[in-house]
Nanobody, 125 residues
Framework: QARLVESGGGSVQAGGSLRLSCVAAGFAVSPYCMGWFRQAPGKEREGVAGIYNFGERTYYTDSVKGRFTISRGNGNTAYLEMNDLNPEDTAMYYC???????????????????WGQGTQVTVSS
């Protein structure tokens, strides 16, 4: 079955960096879009970044622009380079594919939704 497997979360001090990885396993075809959402206790779930399989279109929420970089490896791998982390970045980060990713830019018609189990990112001051 299709699934997303995240890795790379952990604890880091403010100003540090982490690199999250996501592998899309069991997909018949590479996901059209892969990305990341996050949710912290007491906060709404937030789309962080997304990237499409073809071309270089990317999405970033305003709070991470200039600090986070999303990229694709092969067609079934996505990365999120997180730099200059601050405590407000502390959250559970979820890899997503297709619909939730594409919805960040409004191009999700006809796509299925895929969510990973999440990887915890904790930033201390």
């Amino acid at each position: 079955q299709a699934r997303l497997v995240e890795s790379g979360g952990g604890s880091v001090q403010a100003g540090g960096s982490l690199r999250l990885s996501c592998v899309a396993a069991g997909f018949a075809v590479s996901p059209y879009c892969m990305g990341w959402f996050r949710q912290a206790p007491g906060k709404e779930r937030e789309g962080v970044a997304g990237i499409y399989n073809f071309g270089e279109r990317t999405y970033y929420t305003d709070s991470v622009k200039g600090r986070f970089t999303i990229s694709r490896g092969n067609g079934n791998t996505a990365y999120l380079e997180m730099n200059d982390l601050n405590p407000e970045d502390t959250a559970m980060y979820y890899c997503v594919a297709d619909k939730p990713c594409a919805e960040l830019e409004g191009y999700a018609e006809g796509l299925a939704s895929y969510w990973g189990q999440g990887t915890q990112v904790t930033v201390s001051s």
